[in-house]
């Protein structure tokens, strides 16, 4: 089975999870792997995929820059047909969720999404996928067709290796040039906030759990006897509990503190991919199956504001101790 | 504008145990609270915003079990003029492909200037939807969207990217917008305001009377099969600390001491 990976790039840089996602089209084991480049220029961005895969396929055109859905989907829909491939990967990324399911109907395709495995089995496509917030997978197949598009999850595969010798790099017609009936204005980077919590050594940090806008105190003082800051999951940012910009996880910031205490956090997998490398992870939640204790270093099982309290007296109390 | 949006009923799995029922490909559900997909809050609050911004009205559609009228009642109580629900067993067990398959049947019955669906369900978090109902009706669509300016015959969008950054695009309408959580505040609806809008009549419509034949929707017409639902693996390498919350807030301060929290 032939599998052709679109490769995700922005403001000419390949994105890590286009590496991923060759990764896991190696480990599909169905033979040589087809990299897709489409960009004004993709010349530059083919060389460097051409260590990764074993061919890349690339179309150069005006309309393909920057990396917009609308543009690029009648261009990779005529590139996978070109090419033949029956198993089109994207990373199930902003960009990916974009175009993936449009170019899953476009081919009239089974489509997959923001799949954690994904392999071959008589022919068949099948994998796993998180459903219900993470707290169950689902084992899934797609229905026999000529043609599926799935989408990988971030962090799931393991990025393919550099071999030497460099792929053929095959450049196809550009496409007829159309009117795009959706306009590109420009790329907008979030302000930064009063506190970079990127910077910071110790993170206290509240979800959902946390109740409302008054608790958010209680973490500041335990922060605050920490020398550090207070950060959130993405629905305290999304309720104005707290600006955007102490969001921590995929669409907010990413964190790798010494410690970073999670208070009332479920541990949604965009959140964890925002601080799963922090050195001390500590983990109060009242529910014992919050995923957030499955990358945790401790876990409380509790009620936040029981424990909360206590802590930051004990902590008043050993910095007092400290400085006798 | 006349704005459709369209809004699943999903069980509430913040806060819930998620029990896998006896034959493995299916949820127990009679310990699950079920509500608005949260998503589609937003969708419904941002659909009122902009009727109320520019004048029109918003229709609200549900496909679901005769509980998911709920959804529909809500989205009333907030404001939206004409609930649609789309209630037949055939319809159960759909993925993406197949929803938007009989939604767009519901979409073409009016010539809507936007239709508006949340990023995602919280039960499958397929994100599929809204892009395969863009592709139904043949019509541009943006997904992940934090803003949307009416100007004109056109949308001002934002979209959210990764790490804090957006990008910016301009739609014409009619086309199909995925709207991300956050983008609004949704409005409070009081258990009155819920009771007020109870009598009001629903379009009900069933797979036949949309004009499709059973093997085109639910389960039957989807292209993704769920095989069985599995447990995460247990664990992980969290270290739980027992005890009273005395002992356990102890603990909790000896680690952050012993970690450099008080350097």
Known sequence: ?324 | MEILVCAKQVPETAEADIKISAHGRGIEQDDLVFDINEWDLYAVEAALQLVEAHGGSVTVVTMGDKDAEDTLRRALAMGCAQGVHLLDRAFEGADGHAAASALAKVAAEKPYDLILCGVQAADDGLAWTGPALAAGLGIPWATMVTAIEKQGNTLEISRELEGGMEEELILPMPCVLTVQSGINEPRYVSVMGIRKVRKKPLDVFDGAALGLESGRTGEAGSRLKVMEYTLPPAGGRAQMIEGMPTEQAAALADILADKGGLR
């Open chain 1, 1 to 324: 089975m032939s599998v052709l990976v679109i490769a995700e790039h922005r403001e000419d840089a390949l994105r890590d999870a286009t590496f991923e996602a060759l990764g896991a089209a190696r480990a599909l084991k169905a033979g040589p792997v087809t990299a897709l480049v489409l960009a004004a220029d993709s010349a530059p961005l083919a060389k460097k995929l051409a260590h990764f895969c074993q061919a890349v396929l690339t179309m150069s055109q005006p309309s393909l820059s920057p990396p917009l859905a609308a543009a690029w989907l009648p261009a990779a829909t005529e590139a996978i047909k070109e090419a033949g491939a029956r198993l089109v990967l994207l990373p199930h990324s902003s960009w990916g969720m974009e175009l993936g399911p449009r170019l899953a109907e476009e081919l009239d395709a089974p489509y997959a999404p923001d799949v954690s495995e994904i392999f071959l089995r008589d022919n068949k496509v099948e994998g796993e996928r998180a459903v219900y917030g993470g707290k169950l997978n689902a084992r899934w197949e797609m229905v026999k067709a000529s043609v599926y598009v799935a989408t990988l999850r971030a962090g799931a595969f393991a990025p393919a290796e550099p071999s030497d010798s460099p792929a053929e790099i095959l450049e196809l017609p550009p496409a007829a040039p159309k009117v795009l009936a959706t306009r590109f204005v420009g790329y907008v980077k979030q302000a930064a906030g009063d506190v970079d919590i990127t910077a910071q050594k110790i993170l206290v940090s509240v979800g959902r759990g946390i109740g409302g806008p008054e608790n958010v105190a209680l973490a500041q003082e335990l922060a605050g006897h920490l020398n550090g800051a207070v950060s959130c999951s993405r629905p305290v940012a999304d309720k104005n509990w707290l600006p955007k910009t102490r969001q921590v996880g995929i669409s907010g910031q990413s964190v790798r503190p010494r410690i970073y205490l999670a208070l009332g956090i479920s541990g949604a997998f965009q959140h964890m991919a925002g601080m799963q490398g922090a050195e001390t992870i500590i983990a109060v939640n009242k529910d014992p199956k919050a995923p957030i204790f499955r990358v945790a270093h401790y876990g409380i099982v509790g009620d936040l504001f029981e424990v909360l309290p206590l802590v930051t007296d004990k902590i008043k109390a050993l910095i007092s101790k400290q400085s006798l």
